[in-house]
Each structure stands twice: as structure tokens, then as C-alpha cells.
């Protein structure tokens, strides 16, 4: 491939899923690691950085860069070894979470972490490390990769395990390092498709810590609504559930017993109710939207437990498609900060007051517990999450950024963590105070190792300086 084959022709423009940061770049798609080689070879020979890209579910600017070769590897997805006894799986990294469990569900076996949505790639996933609603006893998608395939920006094509130390920086490297080609999973042997789902009206913030900790030691999965527009004593208030795997019987492990219904409520066809939400897309709709749900979850079910499929619990925002295009015309941001358990009490109470004061509350607000991990660019901590979906207008998005600037504050100084997959607002100085000067110093060095021209990049790398990471331990 030479350099010419970088052609305007290739130029395509691109956006996180949020749809706020969009990037006009040369997409290539390969479908081999020769291929992938190749790119690698031409873009460096044109002296164009590359922007590694998987299923396009960061929800912020990961995954474009401006007038970069984007190296999308989501036609590298075979599945290429199968062990039915031991469930571990060997794929390519543009396999997707989906892929996975179909693939495997009827052999009682689903994947160990999986995120909100089952469209991720496991590159993608991998780059960021996902978590999923057990990462509080099961940790990170990383902690059950047994070894993976890499591809630097000299083309070097090697191997590395968790004996390795440059793993720990792949995996959450945010496509920094190198292209992750191939995985070796292991995945989780079950033997019901169902899970079993307690559910509890939650009055408040208070509340919802009380239910995370009386479930943490016994539940398979946690997770927590919260509404987030009430204030005084219901601040905080929302819905909590925890699940245990179920038993049986068979059939529950078919995939056609996973698939979503292609309606809502047996009556709205799927495909339309962005629309719909489109309409309540407002501060009085979402307010009004989220009042109906607390209260539902206070008449109906509260401190009682139901069966539900493992695709229907663990990808709640998959049974509406385009659900984001109700953000249209501009988009939306997702902010989620990870605080340890002794300091997120207040932080939450302080992030819900802020957002309340300035009236941009979080259309959806979700909570999650974490324990930490040895990953270089981690996330997680030994505490909690909170994720607020912010939309974002011409009108309002320099007030959503300021607020994220001053929360941003408020979870640095408790000893907070952010996650680079949600994220659109952080500044160098932030990324430098969370990941400690440690981890970056390692963190250049293994770039300057795997990619000492820096040609791995993306709006995200350039923005938070990760991009040339000895630049910012000099800088900001
Ligand atoms: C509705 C929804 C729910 C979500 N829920 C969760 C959740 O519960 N938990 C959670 O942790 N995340 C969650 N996410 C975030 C999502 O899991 C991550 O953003 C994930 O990284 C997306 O994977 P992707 O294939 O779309 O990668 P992209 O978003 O396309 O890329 C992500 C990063 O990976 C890099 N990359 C892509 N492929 C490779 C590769 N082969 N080798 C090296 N680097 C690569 C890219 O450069 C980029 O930096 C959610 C996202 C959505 C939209």
C-alpha cells in the first residue's frame, strides 16, 4: 500500500457518540493485520497521525481525530478458537460484546464484563477497559484477558500477557500504544440465561449507599437510577437494583430468548420511540419523565424480586435504537467521575446541588460501585461512579462545560477518578492531578517505546495532552 492510497476519497466525517466532537478523517478498514500493517506504513510515510476507531460508542471525542488516517477494525471480527471446556475464547479485536454472547450463550458461557451497550468492539473496550454493573467483584474487562495481540506504530507485531508490564498500558490505553488485533478471553460460565433482580425504590442519596452496601458482599451485579432533578430531602432519589445469576432451566441460554421485543411496551415500535423521547426532550419533559419512573418504581415492584434475561438487564439502552437522536440537533455529553467510598456521599449531594442550581439537570443519572484496579490509565476506584447524561445546546454548552469544570474540581480534590470513554471536558491540568504523576511517567515511556513519533492520536489524546504525555508532566 503506498502513500498515495491516502486519497480525498477516503475522507469521511466521523463522531463520538454523543455526537458533539465529529472529525473529517481518511478511513481505512482493514481486515487482516497485514492489512493493518499497511496502514500503519502508509499514513507514517505521508506523515499522517492515525485514529484508532472501533464500533464509535466513546461518547466523547476518543474515536476522532481531524484529518487523521482512521483505523477502523471493525471488519476484523472472526471468531478464531473456541474451547467449550475451559470457555476460553480467541477473537479478533473488532469483535463485538454482542458477537460474544451470541456466540457462546448456548454453550452456558457469557462475557465476564460487559458495558451498557452490547455494540462496543473488544479493542475498543479494551482501550478504554470497560466496566460493567459487577465491577465491584469482578473488575475490569481487563482482569479477564489472558493474553492479546499487538500491532506498534513500526508495524512490530508481538504478544503480551498480564506477566507483561506495557498490558497494563494497552489495556486502558485509550489506542495510544498500538492496535490491539487479538484477544484471548475468559469467559464466565453460567448456567441460566435469566438473572435473578431485586428491586428498591430509593427515597434519597442516603438511601442509596445504605442498598449498595447491604448488597455488595452477596450480589452478582448492582446498579442505580437516580432522578436527578429533585432537591432537599429527595435528592438523590431513584431505583436500585441487584442481581444474582439464576438456575435454569435450558432454554433460558438460547439466544432467540435474549433478543429485545422489536416494541415497548408490546405496543410502540422500537424504532420510533426516539421520537417520542424526542418530544419530552426538555427540562419540564425529562423532569416529568423521571417523576413517572420514581414513582412507578415506589408502587410498583418495590422490594420485590423479578426474572429478567441477561441482555435485558445488562443492555437496558440497547431496547431503544437511537434513543441519542432525541439529543439532536446537537448532542449530548456524558460525565461520569469515580469517587472513593468515603468522600462520594458528598460529592454526588454536591454534583446534584450544582447541576440543580444551574439548571441543567442530568436527564439520566446512574450509580455504580467499583473496586480498583492495576490498569496505567484506571479509572476506578474503591468507591463509586455517577454518570450524568448532560443535552447540550449552542445556548447552554458553555454553562455545561463550566459545570463539569467545577465538579471536575470538587472530585480531583476527594481523590476522584474520570474515565476517558465518557469523557468531553477535561483539561490537561485535570488528567495530570488524577492519574498522578507516577502512571504518566510510565505512561510516556512506554509511548515513547511503542510509538516514539506519535502517530497514534485522536481529539481526545490531543485535548487532555495525553497525545505526547512527557509534554504534559512538563507543562501544565
Ligand atoms: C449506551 C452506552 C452505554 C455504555 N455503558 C458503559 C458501561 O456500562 N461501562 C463502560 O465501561 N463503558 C460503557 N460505555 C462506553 C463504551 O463501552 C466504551 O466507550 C468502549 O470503549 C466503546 O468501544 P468501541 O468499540 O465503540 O470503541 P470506540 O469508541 O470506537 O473507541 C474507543 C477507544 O478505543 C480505541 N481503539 C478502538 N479499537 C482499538 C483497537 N483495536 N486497538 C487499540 N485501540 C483501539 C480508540 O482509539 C478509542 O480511543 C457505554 C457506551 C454507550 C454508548
Sequence with gaps: MSATIISPERMTRLTGFGMLSAGDGYLFRPISVEDVQDVIRAASDAGFKITQRGSGRSYGDANVGHETVILDMTRMKRILHWDRHTGVLECEAGATIETLWRFAIEEGYWP????????????????????????????????????????????????????????????????????????????????????????????????????????????????SWIDCFPGGKQTGRGLFHAAWYADGPISTLRPEHQDLPDTVLGLLPKSVVWRALKIFSTRFGMRSINTAKFYASKYLGNEATHTQSLVAFSFLLDYVPNWRWAYKPCGFIQYQSFVPKEHAPLVFQKQLELQQAAEIESYLGVMKRHRPDKFLLSHAVDGYSLALDFKVTEDTKQKVWDLAHRMNDIVLDAGGRFYLAKDSTLRPSDVKRYLGENALRKFAKFRDEMDPNKIFTSSLAERTGLADPQSLLANS
Design 112 to 223: 465476564p464484563v460487559v458495558s451498557g451497550t452490547m455494540y462496543p468492539t473488544l479493542g475498543g473496550a479494551l482501550a478504554m477497559n470497560i466496566h460493567g454493573k459487577n465491577n465491584f467483584c469482578q473488575g475490569t474487562l481487563g482482569e479477564h484477558v489472558l493474553e492479546i495481540e499487538v500491532v506498534d506504530a513500526q508495524g512490530a507485531v508481538f504478544n503480551l500477557t498480564p506477566k507483561d508490564e506495557l498490558f497494563y498500558a494497552v489495556i486502558s490505553g485509550a489506542g495510544l500504544m498500538g492496535v490491539v488485533t487479538k484477544v484471548k478471553l475468559q469467559m464466565k460460565k453460567i448456567h441460566s440465561g435469566d438473572l435473578k433482580v431485586f428491586a428498591r425504590s430509593i427515597p434519597n442519596l442516603e438511601a442509596q449507599f445504605e442498598a449498595f452496601e447491604q448488597f455488595e458482599h452477596e450480589a452478582d451485579y448492582m446498579v
